[in-house]
């Protein structure tokens, strides 16, 4: 199930998420770049979709073809790299 990139409470999605929808939680725009598989912080544009055309306000809804809602860390593969590191030393 998505999950909402600003509370990181599931919603579920009837159909598409078209350009108006937001969190029935906290009202932020769910087709965001921040709510989107390829969004990267780490990554030029912060998008890894290299032919997305670049949107200037990562947190305001837009029109991309290429949007793909997610519910997987948002911040991309250096968080989870960092958090299986910091398991290791955990007792």
């Known amino acids: 199930m998505p999950e909402c990139w600003s ?5 579920e ?9 937001e969190c029935p939680h906290c009202d932020a725009w769910l087709r965001c770049c921040r709510n989107c598989h390829f ?3 780490y ?3 912060k998008c890894r979709e290299p032919q997305a055309d ?7 809804a ?4 290429y949007f793909r809602a997610t519910g997987v860390d948002q911040t991309g593969p250096h968080k ?3 958090t299986d590191f910091d398991g290791l030393f955990k007792e």
């Open 43 to 45: 990554a030029p544009n």
């Open 80 to 82: 989870k790299g960092r």
């Open 39 to 41: 969004y990267d912080q």
């Open 62 to 65: 837009n029109a991309c073809d």
């Open 13 to 21: 999605s009837e159909g598409a998420i078209v350009r108006a929808s």
């Open 7 to 11: 509370c990181g409470k599931s919603y």
């Open 54 to 60: 670049l949107q200037a306000d990562k947190e305001a």
